[in-house]
């Protein structure tokens, strides 16, 4: 059987705090039945608030986890708690039942597909997919040849009314300012609705997006006529950059199209290498959820490269992403990284060894005014980036009149995180190491390290 996690391997897995917490209270055989282990996953049946026990199953290669429960948390409060209980050694034997052999089969029929579709180019080097990948779009007929001209055909249809969709909007745009921006307030959110709904046509889903952004924008508030043209400007810029993006220089030329919405599948980045073979750090992870995804986001910071690389999980509404990795441990993995100015998103290769514990108890760490001009060198590669990923070491959360900041020497950024006070708590007003993303808003905190480890904010 697998090696057991310990307590704070299986904490670390929490998405917050408070699933934490709530994790811990079902650490104990009373509410479960049906209970068991195998080298592949844990599962069971946890007696909830209804009439019919909540059903669990947690594969542990992902790990990645199942749950009839309604809630919105990946990992539920369930998965964890079942998870500390064989951490504990405390599940009973019982077999695999029907509906937790069901999910785990289709897994493996998953891995087994991609498996075949990345086998042809990996030239034998045991670069597979992951659940990542899989969540990108792996399909029945993944290992099937493509018709390429087929596919050449859809494509350039869908660049010719991308294409036609900015155009449109640099009239809509050129409307704007020739009205004059006074003029915004009086058209509303329903304006910018219809221009997004016609960018949604187009299959630009990236105009559509920052389409909204724009009518939720509100026209009101010191300097909101700068914002207002900051935001135009950007929009401005994106539509004109794809409409020469041939003439770009590659990796400039792919972060327009990702902006614009064009997407590159984790099998055929993995295909296209290079393979960087790293132990990656995991400094933490975040979910958000709309009414069409559950996204997980999850940074690595490579211990021999220090490349900082973000992986994106995705799942239905309601559906736990795939890929999980436990914040705070190494993984000896291979990534390939997606084509990018400058290049941060990555897909996740083989894994070599099950994660395990860093050398060193907390990652390296820079100050405020480092990390503020790591983020503007990032952005002078892509004007379009809101934040990006950072370790202050050295740094205390101090909460004011306008605020929460983030203090060290060599100055204060905002402060965001859904627990500031926890923060402060962790930290007994001393500078504490924490992870997160910078940019223009300030500071969001995703992960701090104190004398007992990784906190998960």
């Known amino acids: 059987m697998n090696d057991r996690w310990s307590t704070d391997h299986v904490l670390s897995l929490a998405p917050d705090a408070p699933s934490q917490k709530a994790g811990s209270k079902l650490a104990k055989p009373e509410p479960w039945s049906g209970t068991g282990a195998s080298q592949e996953a844990v599962w069971g049946a946890c007696k909830g608030s209804g009439s019919r026990p909540y059903q669990t199953v947690v594969a542990l290669d992902g790990p990645a986890y199942r749950c009839s429960c309604p809630s919105r948390k990946f990992p539920c409060k369930h998965a964890l708690g079942l998870l500390l209980l064989w951490s504990a050694d405390t599940l009973t034997g019982a077999d695999v039942p029907e509906w937790a052999e069901s999910w785990l089969a289709g897994r493996r029929r998953r891995a087994e597909r991609a498996d075949l579709a990345a086998a042809p180019a990996a030239g034998g080097s045991g670069a597979t997919g992951d659940g990542s990948g899989r969540g990108e779009g792996a399909s029945p007929a993944a290992a099937a040849p493509r018709d390429e001209a087929a596919a050449a055909a859809r494509r350039r249809r869908r660049e010719a009314r991308v294409a036609a969709g900015a155009d449109e909007l640099l009239a809509r745009l050129a409307d704007q300012l020739r009205d004059g921006l006074a003029e915004a307030p009086s058209?509303?959110?329903?304006?910018?609705?219809?221009?997004?709904?016609?960018?949604?046509?187009?299959?630009?889903?990236?105009?559509?997006?920052?389409?909204?952004?724009?009518?939720?924008?509100?026209?009101?508030?010191?300097?909101?006529?700068?914002?207002?043209?900051?935001?135009?400007?950007?929009?401005?810029?994106?539509?004109?950059?794809?409409?020469?993006?041939?003439?770009?220089?590659?990796?400039?030329?792919?972060?327009?199209?990702?902006?614009?919405?064009?997407?590159?599948?984790?099998?055929?980045?993995?295909?296209?290498?290079?393979?960087?073979?790293?132990?990656?750090?995991?400094?933490?992870?975040?979910?958000?959820?709309?009414?069409?995804?559950?996204?997980?986001?999850?940074?690595?910071?490579?211990?021999?490269?220090?490349?900082?690389?973000?992986?994106?999980?995705?799942?239905?509404?309601?559906?736990?992403?795939?890929?999980?990795?436990?914040?705070?441990?190494?993984?000896?993995?291979?990534?390939?990284?997606?084509?990018?100015?400058?290049?941060?998103?990555?897909?996740?290769?083989?894994?070599?060894?099950?994660?395990?514990?860093?050398?060193?108890?907390?990652?390296?760490?820079?100050?405020?005014?480092?990390?503020?001009?790591?983020?503007?060198?990032?952005?002078?590669?892509?004007?379009?980036?809101?934040?990006?990923?950072?370790?202050?070491?050295?740094?205390?959360?101090?909460?004011?009149?306008?605020?929460?900041?983030?203090?060290?020497?060599?100055?204060?950024?905002?402060?965001?995180?859904?627990?500031?006070?926890?923060?402060?708590?962790?930290?007994?007003?001393?500078?504490?190491?924490?992870?997160?993303?910078?940019?223009?808003?300030?500071?969001?905190?995703?992960?701090?390290?104190?004398?007992?480890?990784p906190l998960i904010l």
């Open 187 to 453: 058209r509303g959110y329903a304006f910018w609705d219809g221009v997004a709904a016609r960018m949604v046509d187009a299959q630009a889903p990236g105009f559509a997006s920052r389409a909204r952004d724009l009518g939720a924008l509100p026209a009101s508030g010191p300097q909101w006529p700068a914002r207002l043209l900051e935001e135009y400007s950007l929009l401005h810029l994106l539509a004109i950059g794809y409409q020469r993006h041939d003439a770009l220089p590659e990796p400039l030329a792919a972060t327009v199209r990702s902006r614009v919405g064009f997407t590159v599948d984790n099998a055929d980045v993995l295909r296209a290498g290079p393979l960087i073979r790293d132990h990656w750090l995991v400094l933490g992870s975040r979910d958000s959820s709309d009414d069409r995804l559950t996204t997980r986001r999850l940074w690595l910071r490579g211990t021999r490269s220090g490349r900082d690389a973000l992986l994106l999980s995705f799942g239905r509404p309601g559906t736990a992403p795939e890929l999980s990795l436990p914040t705070g441990l190494v993984l000896d993995a291979e990534l390939a990284f997606h084509p990018a100015a400058p290049a941060l998103r990555a897909a996740l290769g083989a894994r070599h060894a099950a994660p395990s514990a860093p050398a060193t108890p907390r990652p390296q760490g820079t100050s405020i005014e480092a990390a503020l001009g790591s983020y503007a060198t990032a952005l002078g590669d892509d004007p379009w980036l809101d934040a990006w990923p950072a370790v202050i070491a050295e740094a205390t959360p101090v909460p004011t009149d306008h605020g929460w900041q983030l203090v060290d020497a060599t100055g204060a950024v905002p402060l965001f995180t859904p627990s500031p006070w926890r923060l402060l708590a962790a930290s007994t007003g001393r500078p504490v190491t924490v992870f997160g993303e910078c940019g223009h808003r300030g500071f969001h905190a995703v992960t701090c390290w104190t004398e007992n480890g």
